[in-house]
């Protein structure tokens, strides 16, 4: 018995200027392809609010909320044992090393779940910037 699955993927890519509007439009992005990859909804939840914190610290950080903004990339791939989100920006950015420490820093002066939040929920988390790319980041689940 053969069986051929012809569902429709969801959009390989979304881009757009990095805004408050784009960076929803983005969270639909990864919740559909969490969806495509049957993700169980507790889950898929987590991963969501993972995205969010990632893509709330690109405007309010990355850009800041005082500098006109620039663009937001994002993608998704899926593997049989894992799911993969990236995104990518041209505003400030950080490496591997400064997450790290930002995400086991004790006291936080300002609210938010922060990037200890984003480690805990998903696999494996990867930053990387460089000045003529621009900054990716990417976030792995082990499905």
Known sequence: MLIEDRTTTPPREFADLCTAESIRAARTFFEQWGRFAGIPHDTLLQLLVGCDEVL??????????????????CGAEVEPS???????????G????????????????????????VRRVFSRVHFSTDDERGSEIVLEKAL
């Open 82 to 92: 894992l799911i993969r989100f990236i995104i990518r920006h041209h505003g400030a």
């Open 56 to 73: 709330t610290n690109v405007i309010k950080h990355a850009y800041g909320l005082d500098k006109p903004l620039g663009p937001l990339w």
């Open 94 to 117: 950080i490496t591997q090393e400064q997450a790290a420490a930002q995400a086991d820093a004790r006291s936080r002066e300002e609210g938010g779940h922060g990037l200890a939040l």
